[in-house]
């Protein structure tokens, strides 16, 4: 079988990386960081085509993967239901994601510290180096190494991250932290608020050791709140001692100021419930929400995948499954035409429009979210915006949209 590399150790690459080494081929793994990336990102928004990625990874599915929730709910400022749906789901933490696919995959394959510099190919195979001084070869490249894809870089410099105009307040509480009114009233719901221009949501998640027993779990809230790039972004990016982070400020590094105000905005936006959530949330967290549409995903015997390859704004709940999607996408054209570009061309030819269109696909939820009152009509086909709407798009599966090629609503006229 093929040596193939993997560039990326979080979901994406875990998943490639498990899936092909299932399928016998000799498998090594890049990490940039070292030490566990546990704590990274928050809830996740299970789909079918998820436990299809984890099943053919080698992990076993059962109740322990998530928690379920079986109602969305939509909240007043006041805190009472402005609307409900039934809706089943699944939802899990990136935290326990990571775990299963880490535990699964061998250690010693799992290279973390490599900072690639450098990459090359030719006809036969790829060459990386990293800053410490190693390289490898492989017949194939597969980068999963995320928004900042240093392969990215190497192979399309043009693609670079596009900022959407807003950020997202994250944080995780814990369940037995809370009142009874939110337990009762929000808790075990997939939940909502729409402040003007805004929009809340939350679930439940598993707690510390991901527990998912009753009493033992937290809340994942998602806060989307306008922000200017010129100003207020390089603010909020910029911690207590003044130092500046361009791609992303690590989450305890946000400026206690920023988390003061941003609580203080909470009392007079949101319903109680949420309100409740955020101050008893010990490190909330702040993330730019960006675009990556890319035109490209194989250059030769290398491929991107994950979010490498495209970058779609949450609302659409699409990210670890369409890495998943990809990883057995790359992984059936392996089998089918061997290590070769052809199989990579193979990929591009099935997964490059699908993701686009996730990507245009969270674009329009995003322009939706903004609007700015009931009476401002979205630029994507005169929908209002209102609560049964937000409920009914947001983080759904949309496998079969996307088959059909219309992942994106229609204009109305």
């Known amino acids: 079988m093929a040596k193939i590399l993997i560039v990326g150790g979080s979901l994406g690459g875990l998943f490639a990386a498990n899936i092909l080494l299932r399928a016998g081929h000799d498998v090594t793994l890049l990490e940039k960081a070292a030490g566990s990336l546990d704590g990274r990102g928050a809830g996740i928004v299970t789909h079918n085509a998820l436990a299809d990625a984890l099943r053919e990874a080698g992990i076993s599915i059962d109740k322990s993967l998530g928690i379920a929730v079986n109602k969305r709910v939509t909240l007043g400022a006041d805190g009472n239901s402005l609307g409900e749906i039934h809706l089943p789901q699944i939802v899990t933490s990136w935290s ?3 775990h299963l696919l880490r535990e699964n995959f061998p250690s010693e394959r799992y290279l973390q510290g490599k900072n690639v510099t450098f ?3 030719n006809q036969h195979q790829v060459e990386v180096k990293c800053a410490d001084g190693s390289r490898y070869e492989a017949e194939l490249l597969i ?3 995320g928004i900042r894809s240093a392969t990215r870089t190497f192979m399309a410099p043009s693609i670079q991250p596009k900022y959407a105009g807003y950020i997202a307040w994250r944080g995780v509480c814990d369940e037995s932290h ?4 939110t337990l009762e009233t929000l808790f075990n719901y997939f939940g909502f608020c729409l402040p003007d221009g805004e929009q809340m949501l939350g679930y439940p998640v598993a707690g510390q050791g991901n527990d998912t027993r009753p009493g033992k779990r937290r809340y994942n809230f998602v806060w989307y709140r306008p922000a200017g790039e010129n100003k207020e972004l390089v603010d909020l990016l910029t911690d207590a001692d003044g130092k500046y982070f361009p791609t992303g400020i690590p989450p305890l590094k946000v400026s206690w100021r920023h988390i003061a105000a941003m609580r203080e905005q909470a009392r007079n936006l949101l319903a ?3 309100v409740e959530i955020i101050e008893k949330t010990a490190s909330p967290f702040l993330q730019p929400i960006y675009d990556v549409r890319s035109e490209q995903i194989v250059f030769g015997r290398i491929a991107l ?8 704004r949450p609302h659409v ?4 499954t369409k890495a998943g999607d990809e990883a057995m996408s790359i992984a059936n054209h392996i089998a089918a035409l061997g290590a070769t570009p052809a199989a990579l061309d193979a990929y591009s030819n099935e997964r490059l429009s699908m993701g686009q269109q996730v990507v245009a696909r969270a ?5 939706y979210m903004q609007a700015q009152s009931s009476k401002l009509m979205s630029d994507d086909g005169g929908l209002k915006r209102n609560a049964s709407t937000v409920m009914a798009e947001t983080a759904i599966d949309i496998s079969a949209l996307l088959a059909a090629g219309n992942a994106v609503p229609e204009p109305r006229h």
């Open 96 to 98: 326990r994601l990571y």
């Open 119 to 121: 990459i090359s190919q």
């Open 143 to 145: 980068a999963s190494d």
């Open 178 to 181: 809370l009142s009874n009114y």
């Open 272 to 274: 109680p419930q949420y």
């Open 305 to 312: 995948m994950g979010d490498a390859a495209f970058i779609a």
């Open 317 to 320: 709940g699409m990210g670890v």
């Open 363 to 367: 674009q329009y939820l995003g322009r």
